[in-house]
């Protein structure tokens, strides 16, 4: 069965580091998504993806992060200068047309 | 304001038992979704229910959709250890678009014991 992959599984920054969180969508998915959750808390929509550019985006999503599709296939999310409060379990998802979205293993992002 | 939110915050049952949660939201919704989060893990799609829609099952699962309340309900049947986790409510927002993205509630957390 087709599934999301996100690596890496676990990431250790410094703050004020760039990371790049990878994710593989489901090759016929056509809405791409990013969430997070930190410790404890709800999940929190981040930003959505949609014919190569951004659809929506929270606020959460400011200028430090960013998204790209760069080669068909993989959909990143970059966080410029990581901040402690950026520590969470980030979620990738995708989805084709209907309204099931299907979510990655999560990749956890510890910031120290 | 808040959406999807989800009661009781935690819940510990026997092997066996039926386990019911819920879930109150604040607008209109598309459709309402419920997963599972096991430990520290990724997010399972377990169901859909759509706004015209009052009941569906899967399984041991049984989802409501109450929209005059704004409620749902999830019912797991005849549970097992194996159900402990987490389970989450998400809306997908009506007059959102097509983008669809989803608001969640903080979860229930489901022990069950052996």
């Known amino acids: 069965e087709p599934e999301v992959t996100q690596t890496p599984s676990h990431q250790v920054t410094q703050m004020g580091q760039e990371v790049i969180l990878r994710c593989v969508p489901i090759s016929n998915h056509l809405y791409f998504y990013w969430y997070r959750q930190i410790l404890g808390q709800k999940v929190e929509f981040l930003v959505s993806f949609y014919n190569n550019e951004i659809s929506e985006k929270s606020e959460i999503f400011d200028d430090q992060f960013s998204v790209e599709r760069p080669d068909g296939s993989n959909f990143t999310l970059k966080i410029r200068s990581t901040k402690l409060e950026d520590s969470a379990m980030y979620f990738c998802a995708s989805r084709r047309t209907g309204p099931e979205a299907f979510f990655g293993q999560g990749t956890r992002l510890t910031v120290v | 304001s808040q959406q999807g939110e989800e009661d009781p915050q935690a819940l510990s049952i026997q092997e066996g038992e039926n386990a019911t949660m819920n879930c109150s939201y604040k607008?209109?919704?598309?459709?309402l979704q419920w997963y599972r989060q096991n430990s520290g893990r990724g997010l399972v799609h377990l169901i859909l229910?759509?706004?015209n829609e009052r009941e569906k099952h899967s399984g041991r699962l049984r989802v409501t959709l109450d929209t005059s309340k704004k409620s749902s309900s999830l019912l797991i049947t005849a549970s097992r250890a194996a159900d402990t986790a987490s389970y989450f409510c998400?809306?997908?927002?009506?007059?959102?678009?097509?983008?669809?993205?989803?608001?969640w509630g903080l979860g229930t957390s489901l022990a069950v014991n052996p």
């Open positions: 607008t209109s919704i598309n459709n």
């Open positions: 229910i759509r706004s």
């Open positions: 998400a809306t997908d927002l009506h007059n959102a678009g097509n983008n669809r993205k989803l608001i």
